[in-house]
């Protein structure tokens, strides 16, 4: 077992035995305690005095979205491996028996699931494009969203900073080139001020994801060469491979031609969005200040309950 | 088409108009206004203002569980055709370029998932009583949990209060008999109170559960029998035809058996809970009062912001 991955399961066990998170038997699956969602509550509301004042259009989505949109999205081209797909059962009631005689002897019951048209939504932002693009042109201004939702990937860990259904925040910016990526440095700027106000232990980086396959790395290439997504990282499980736990992201007219937004102009619209990973901070938070929150530096405690 | 059926699209035509939900192209999946979580948020407070004093150990789930704690919580004997399960992709390149030509040909590209080790979670509880049966028998004076979470149900409708994934917030007692039916009792009235006094015309019934096939109906005649079940019913879409928001359930020793959870005595564990229909409520709210919130009766108000 490499080393990291010692520490990976000692913060793990620490959580589950502190009681801040609950084993479900799965990796990657946990529940929290109530002191755990009153951090993730206490840090989304400061994700909003930073934000709240930029007259961001609030929408809450469900931990799933239509198939059809996912499909168009481009998600499988780039991870199709995280994907989740959501299956149900319609068959008549021998096909039931059937089900229940798997089951019961231990045998596999979900041969005959059949795919609906939903699929668990893999980053807040994704539900939200062919809403936007439904309405029309953005206006003049451009438009700008304040999503939270669950999301899904399929990557069972023994890292607790890297669960398949968690929480994301979202700041999502549309409009021209110049409105958007103005929107993506402010953040970056507020995002590095924010977690430095929570005495967190950070730095900027370009990321690094998990594109499949070969054709993959030439999208994983283009994406760091492009400098489209930052990453704000934080050591939690490991120092040499610290955590993304906020990102900052330049879509460029990605999700504006595969969709057909368009500015006022009759432009593509671009589009950007800052990401926060509500268990991810709230993990970060636990690993550098103790599991005690009474115990926490004064004016960390100061920024999170003002 | 039933007048029922009209009515139905009428309002949730009226819902979308209004913003306060958000059509994602899918019957039974929305997105929700700022203003819709707000008054969620407001009744989730309401709740923990009625039973925030009893003690309650409060944990969180994400909206998927364990397949295997699923398979054995019997939830597939009476309600197959809602469940959902969540499959992934494992192929290697060859079946991603595979997958990728049937997608982009509009053909099914999903046949090759494989099932994942969790489903979505149908019930708020059901996460928690193999947690529960983990640590041990319960304490003398038995155990209480305060649970929130998304739950997924396969039933697409055109009912805005029957969306496919939706937000439980639970109160699960585990105890004796007299323990358990004394804490549903409560909640019987506190249910009423709390309902009343946001000025919903209501009434309490047997439970009516969708059970699946011919076995099903001596499944819900049994329910109907014992009085295992009572819904608080409020009319959103029909008079005729109420929605549940809230419901009290007696499970006896349904799951105590099922997951070998015992008293401090040795007894088995009964178990009840009592939920609480996040959407519905915020639903049946907007129904009564209209869907500006600062034209709501002052009464109601007062209530929901105190």
Same mark, same amino acid.
């Given at each position: 077992m490499c080393q990291n991955c010692q520490q990976q399961q000692g913060f793990l066990a620490e959580l589950i035995d502190s009681g801040l998170l609950i084993d479900t038997g799965i990796d990657g699956l946990y529940g929290r305690s109530g002191l755990f969602e009153e951090v993730v509550a206490r840090f989304d509301d400061l994700i909003t005095r930073y934000?709240?004042? +930029?007259g961001a259009e609030v929408a809450r989505f469900p931990p799933a979205m239509n198939r059809k949109h996912f499909e168009r999205s481009g998600y499988l081209k780039s991870f199709p491996q995280l994907a989740g797909t959501v299956h149900a059962f319609e068959g008549d009631e021998r096909a039931h028996a059937e089900l229940l005689h798997n089951v019961s002897d231990g045998? +596999?019951?979900?041969?005959?699931q059949k795919s609906t048209d939903i699929v668990l939504t893999p980053a807040a932002c994704y539900v939200l494009y062919p809403v936007v693009a439904k309405r029309g042109p953005v206006g003049k201004g451009g438009a700008l969203f304040d999503l939270q939702s669950y999301c899904f990937r399929h990557e069972p860990s023994k890292?607790?900073?890297?669960?398949?259904l968690f929480r994301m925040r979202e700041y999502v910016r549309f409009g021209t080139p110049d409105q958007v990526t103005e929107f993506r440095a402010t953040w970056l700027e507020r995002g590095q001020a924010m977690m430095a106000s929570l005495g967190m232990p950070l730095h900027i980086d370009v990321a690094n994801d998990p594109f499949f396959g070969r054709a993959g790395r030439m999208l994983a290439n283009n994406q760091r060469d492009q400098r489209l997504k930052f990453e704000l990282l934080i050591p939690i499980e490991s120092v040499e491979k610290p955590t993304a736990c906020l990102s900052f992201n330049y879509h460029q007219d990605h999700f504006g031609t595969t969709w057909g937004i368009k500015t006022e102009d009759g432009e593509t619209a671009h589009t950007a969005c800052v990401g926060f990973g509500m268990e991810r901070v709230a993990l970060a938070l636990f690993k550098h200040h103790g599991f005690d929150v009474q115990t926490w530096p004064a004016a960390v405690r100061d920024v999170l309950w003002p």
């Open positions: 934000g709240g004042q +930029d045998l +596999d019951w979900t041969a005959g890292d607790p900073a890297r669960m398949q």
